[in-house]
């Protein structure tokens, strides 16, 4: 009969349960202030520098009430999670472009959140959101305050990371500021259904690449089902200085029927004629001098069944994009975004009671829980997430009343059906005495008092006094008020309630921006040249020196020119009212009987690492470009001769400029263009490797014409010149750890346009573990009797080498006096370590007719433990063993046992090999018996 024994182990987990203290940004309104991020290098290098919070921890973190759930994240399309724990930090642009990193991160699936605040922390305007450790926004506004969101979806948030931003230079577009608001904003990213929103968007500081202008604006409505794009309504467009914005719909592969802002100008040829894809753009804002702003309004869908995304994208195009210019330029331009909620759940009724007077808090506000829905629960905050009141509610009788309130903005957060639902409501409390202004404006063409403004009050007693600061006119509307900032403050006399409107007054400037199609004429030529462009017709052409050409004051014709040579300056001054004053404009021509291209690329010596189109200047229009040679290509525009040096193979290029084709005086030039890379070479290599405690040697960089300067970042913080670098050499520190340590050669060459060309060549250190083995401390055994020596704690060791010869990690010895081992341990990577033992042998009496039995044997071939050794044994003449297995059967039986050549090896008394398992020894001495088992393990 078998007896089968079988042992059961129960592994029990213990649970410890940690209540972690609640981080102190895990609040939206307390959100960790990183500041201002270090400007970024100006353009075309951009470099950021990173702004650091270091060491954050999710634990005891909570998922804001109201959670931020933004849906269709723009980059990845993927929705925020509504579980987990978050945590907030803040920080103010120093450049248009943002960059995000989790280091170091431990968090299982987080989630970026990027929000723009205007108008309080409860009212944040969600950008866009990220899923994974990173995240880039191309399209921030410098100077204004952001805040970021890092979402764990975690039920218990438990993960670490750090947080680095940088603020990064977006070189290459035309679009230097933009900006998009909405108005009422989403509170904690939602709207309700039937919401109406206005959008806003306004574009400063536009810069023309390639004379190109501002010519259309294109937002696009994302996942539609959240909008009721029926609703889109055009509201406000920019002031119509030179010609006309309106919303027209373009129907062409790109845009496919799009409702989009465009312009048309307004001159005295062939324009406005409905059609703004056959037209220039407008030259308002152009390089800095003056602001487009465009608002349009649309409603969310008034009946969703499931929350939905209301995402959006504004794009602008230039007049080469959408309009007729023929030149390339601002195609790098980028596009706003805006992303929001649009929830399903409904929110309460509220009926406000206005204050009497702006500076009396009597304002009061009901909310009525419309339809009695179930654990319905009020909470009301300021935009800044202070709370004016905390949650209350009533199942049986859901109304609120919040009372004495001041004149101001209020946020109402509202939930019910045990906080599965809830909605957020923003509303305004006036007084009920307001002032406003029907018109105004600026009737003369000066700084003086020649602004108007004309105001209306409602509520009140009806009595009021007025006073405009800083005139000091005390009606109520006035003809003469000064250019510049104006207050009107209003009093009741029966209440002496106090309001005030603020207005802005600047004459209305006309620009007279023309141009013609050459700026060098040939005076052999029939041509009569006229202006193919004039932003504001019906003004007057004339030209300076006097005594030359002559133009027609009306149409800008320039005729009798065929004796006249030099320079002439064409002056055109627009037509004016009494409220507008004229911006003049003048372009210079050249008359020449042989043309002279005057083509330059001023400085011609480029840097290969800088992505930036650079432009020749050019006298003389018209041309072609070409490459006539040079070390490798060269992506040359060959109709303004523009191009980009990122990339290019160092040398000296030659461009050809042929005029030929511009008839009678036509000319041909050729410039040299050099391109600079100033890569440093390392010496042996870049690699290098070394083992943990070896001596790291000075490594060296080479470059001729500048020194060289070792950094171990790749430009933020540089290695000390005063201890670890000497002409050009780099002295590693000797105390590395196990990694790889980067550090680089640069070397920055200052360019002849004052920019500063760099090259750098990078140098990894990569220091290597050994196998760190030991085999014990010095053991005692007794003569005849066997030692296992084992190499411990090498688990990267790959051989072994012992002093007797062995490559095992564990070998056995017998020695018969006292002997010290050694062992030398290698790894894959070459690194090796060292490790001795002394075996003293003991030949006292205390081991006289002593045997030791090991209880193991692994006759597996690695050449350890391969027999079943009895220590002592060879002491012992006249013994006898026997093995027997598990059921009592004999399999094995020798005399004179000596651990050599008789020996137990895991085979039968047939040699044939005995299964795994358990088996009994018999030992028997003259005068004594030993008795055991064996496990055998194949």
């Not at 006073?467 to 006399?493: E, F, H, K, M, Q």
């Not at 004053?581 to 020449?592: G, H, V, Y």
């Amino acid at each position: 009969m078998r007896l089968i024994y079988a042992t059961l182990f129960f592994l029990i987990g213990v649970c410890n349960f940690t209540y972690a203290t609640m981080p102190s940004n895990d609040d939206v309104c307390s959100a960790q202030d990183l500041g201002t991020p270090q400007s970024p290098d100006p353009c075309p290098f951009g470099y950021a520098y990173p702004a650091f919070a270091y060491s954050q921890n999710m634990s005891g973190s909570t998922r804001q009430f109201p959670a931020h759930k933004l849906m269709g994240c723009y980059f990845n399309n993927n929705n925020m999670a509504t579980t987990g724990g978050d945590l907030w930090y803040k920080f103010t642009a120093s450049s248009n472009k943002l960059k995000i990193y989790l280091l170091n991160n431990t968090i299982n699936n987080p989630f970026i959140g990027l929000y723009h605040l205007q108008n309080g922390c409860m009212n944040l305007v969600p950008v866009d959101c990220w899923q994974g450790t990173s995240a880039e926004c191309p399209n921030i506004t410098e100077g204004q305050t952001y805040y970021i969101q890092v979402l764990d979806i975690a039920n218990m948030p438990s993960g670490t990371f750090d947080l680095e931003i940088k603020c990064e230079q977006y070189c290459g577009g035309c679009e230097e500021d933009i900006q998009l608001y909405a108005y009422p904003p989403p509170i904690n990213g939602y709207y309700h259904p039937g919401d109406t929103i206005e959008f806003t968007f306004i574009i400063n500081n536009y810069r023309r690449i390639g004379a190109n202008r501002f010519h259309s604006l294109f937002p696009r409505f994302l996942q539609t089902g959240g909008w009721d794009i029926n609703s889109l309504t055009f509201t406000r467009y920019p002031f119509p200085g030179n010609g006309a914005w309106s919303d027209y719909t373009f129907n062409n592969p790109d845009f496919s029927n799009a409702r989009m802002f465009a312009y048309e100008p307004n001159n005295f040829q062939t324009e406005p004629d409905g059609n703004p894809a056959n037209n220039r753009g407008d030259s308002l804002g152009d390089n800095n001098s003056g602001t487009w702003m465009f608002q349009w309004r649309i409603r969310t869908n008034p009946n969703p069944t499931i929350d939905m995304p209301l995402n959006m994208e504004v794009y602008s195009y230039s007049d080469n994009e959408t309009g007729n210019w023929p030149i390339p330029g601002c195609r790098r331009d980028t596009f706003a975004l805006f992303n929001a909620t649009l929830t399903k759940c409904v929110g309460p009724d509220l009926l406000i009671a206005s204050p009497a007077c702006p500076s009396i808090c009597t304002g009061t506000v009901v909310g009525v829980n419309e339809g009695n829905l179930p654990n319905y629960s009020f909470s009301w905050y300021y935009p800044t997430g202070g709370t004016v009141q905390t949650p209350t509610g009533n199942t049986t009788n859901p109304v609120d009343t919040l009372t004495g309130l001041c004149e101001g903005e209020y946020i109402l957060i509202s939930s019910y059906d045990n906080g599965n639902c809830f909605s957020s409501t923003s509303f305004q409390v006036n007084a009920s005495l307001q002032t406003y202004l029907s018109s105004y404006g600026f009737s003369g063409c000066s700084n003086g008092n020649f602004g108007y403004a004309f105001s209306t009050v409602t509520g009140g007693s009806g009595t009021y006094t007025y006073s405009w600061s800083p005139s000091g006119i005390t009606t109520s509307s006035s003809t003469n008020l000064p250019a510049g900032y104006n207050t009107l403050y209003v009093t009741d006399t029966a209440t002496n309630c106090v309001d005030t409107i603020t207005v802005f007054l600047a004459p209305q400037i006309i620009d007279g921006f023309f141009t013609y199609p050459d700026t060098v004429i040939c005076n052999l030529t029939t041509l009569q040249p006229i202006p193919n462009y004039v932003d504001n017709p019906g003004g007057t052409f004339s030209i300076f020196p006097s005594n030359g050409p002559v133009i027609n004051p009306q149409t800008g014709e320039i005729s009798n020119y065929f004796s006249s040579t030099g320079y002439y300056d064409i002056i055109y001054t627009p037509s004016v009212t009494n409220s507008q004053c004229a911006d003049k404009d003048t372009f210079t021509i050249k008359f020449t009987t042989s043309f002279d291209t005057n083509m330059c690329y001023c400085p011609n010596t480029f840097c290969a690492n800088a992505s930036f189109t650079y432009y020749p200047t050019l006298a003389t229009p018209g041309g072609v470009f070409s490459l006539v040679s040079g070390p490798g290509p060269m992506n040359i525009n060959a109709s303004d001769g523009s191009f980009d040096p990122i990339g290019m193979v160092p040398g000296v290029y030659f461009v050809k400029y042929d005029a030929t084709n511009l008839g009678n005086c036509g000319f041909s030039q050729t410039e040299t263009i050099i391109i600079v890379n100033p890569q440093p070479t390392i010496a042996n290599g870049p690699n290098f490797s070394f083992c943990i405690g070896d001596v790291i040697p000075p490594i060296t960089a080479t470059y001729s014409g500048s020194p060289i300067l070792w950094f171990d970042d790749i430009v933020n913080q540089i290695v000390s010149p005063n201890q670890n670098t000497i002409n050009g050499q780099l002295f590693p520190p000797q105390n590395l750890t196990e990694g790889t340590y980067d550090f680089f050669a640069a070397t920055f060459v200052l360019m002849p346009n004052g920019d500063t060309c760099y090259g750098f060549s990078q140098c990894d250190i990569t220091i290597k573990a050994k196998p760190n083995i030991f085999i014990g401390n010095d053991t005692t055994v007794c003569s005849g009797f066997t030692a296992q020596l084992n190499a411990n704690g090498g688990t990267l060791a790959d051989n072994y080498a012992w002093s007797t010869g062995a490559i095992t990690q564990g070998i056995s010895v017998n020695p018969t006096a006292n002997t010290q081992y050694f062992v030398i341990a290698t790894n894959q990577d070459g690194c090796t370590d060292m490790d001795t033992i002394n075996v003293i042998v003991d030949n006292g009496s205390a081991c006289t007719d002593s045997l030791g039995f090991f209880n193991g044997i692994t006759p597996n071939g690695d050449g350890f433990n391969e027999a079943w050794i009895i220590d002592g044994i060879t002491n012992i003449r006249n013994n006898w063993v026997i093995i027997y297995n598990r059921w009592g059967e004999k399999v094995w039986e020798k005399s004179n046992y000596d651990n050599v050549n008789v020996v137990f090896v895991g085979k039968n008394q047939n040699d044939t090999e005995l299964p795994t398992g358990t088996y009994y020894f018999v030992v028997q001495l003259p005068n004594k018996q030993h008795k055991g088992w064996i496990e055998l393990t194949r």
